[in-house]
């Protein structure tokens, strides 16, 4: 009976044992299993919070994108715009161009004409100057002097008789013009004229020896007294 009893409590005792084996194997398990899960829980919030980041990043950069897209199309719609304003330019300028041709054919035209028309009367002009004292009337050609600049001639009347020996003396000295047209006489002239008219006319007899002599001395003068000034 004793015996029967011990090998009970024995056999409670090893089961015992074994279960209390199994309990802390089964702790230990359990222990390395809540570690992983709280490992497994802290890789989690961080696989999260770096979801969480790329959110914000992929938000972040989708509106970058859609910002950048914006801009393209705003600048394609203004590369168009400017596209049809130059197109237009060009056009304009096309247009202007022909219209400008055209005018500079006419004026171009107008100007050989009108060049043609002035030639024409420069030429009648100075062929009226030159032939003048042949064509007037009670005068002699040969008395005539040309000098084209600031008036055409100066007509010594009698001069052509006096070296001929016709004559013994100058009738008279006359300042000419010749005008043609509606032309008329410029400032200068019309100065030469009053002075004419107002006896404000000369004759006088200049030896070019004597002055060059005068200024010699004149020269001489002055650096004999720069000379003596600086002694």
Known sequence: MHLIELTLILYSVFCTLI????YIHNKALIDTDNKRTISLAKHQDKITALNNDLSLIYIANSEAIASLNNEVTAQKAK??????????????ISSVKKSHAQELTVVAKESRKDAIKRSRSVIRGQASEHLA?????????KDYRFMGNPIDFICFEGLSDLLDGVSNEITSVHFIDIKTGKSSLSKSQRRIRDAISESRVQFSVINLDK???KQNDQIEKGSEINDIAKS
């Not at 590369?79 to 237009?88: D, K, N, P, V, Y």
């Open 19 to 22: 279960l209390f084996n199994i």
């Open 79 to 92: 590369e168009h715009s400017l596209r049809l304003e130059l197109t237009e330019a060009i056009a304009t």
């Open 133 to 141: 004292p042949y064509v007037l009337k009670d005068t002699n050609p």
């Open 211 to 213: 002055e060059l002599e």
